[in-house]
């Protein structure tokens, strides 16, 4: 992707909006969904696609070993879901100029 720092650099929406629009219930780990309920993930990707976003962010937010303790999957397997799903959704929009970015964000714990 090349970006042009005269111009605003277009990102994706807000992902946990978007699943909760989709019927994810509070408590559900979002990230999981990167591997049980991935068209999901894609279809929301792929509309930010459409909708002209140049970057999009992979379902990642929460991926980290603090939160996804007991859930059966690793941060790694999770993390790696979540890209693929985000790559597919800009080829399924037919996007091939998109940056996908890893979101990266608290442990979900206060110190």
């Known amino acids: 992707m090349e970006w042009n720092q005269n111009k605003p650099l277009l990102l994706d929406g807000g992902m946990g909006t978007m699943l909760m629009a989709a019927g994810m219930k509070l408590g559900d780990l979002p990230e999981l969904m990167n591997i049980t309920s991935g068209d999901i993930i894609r279809d929301i990707q792929r509309q930010y696609a459409e909708a002209g976003s140049q970057v999009l962010y992979a379902n990642t937010f929460g991926a980290n070993g ?3 303790q007991g ?3 690793t941060v790694q397997e999770v993390i790696l879901a979540g890209v693929a799903l985000a790559r597919q959704a800009a080829q399924e929009a037919g ?3 998109m940056a996908i ?3 990266v964000g608290p442990i979900g714990e206060l110190l």
């Open 66 to 68: 603090h939160k996804l």
């Open 101 to 103: 970015a890893l979101d």
């Open 95 to 97: 996007r091939t100029d």
């Open 71 to 73: 859930s059966g999957h």
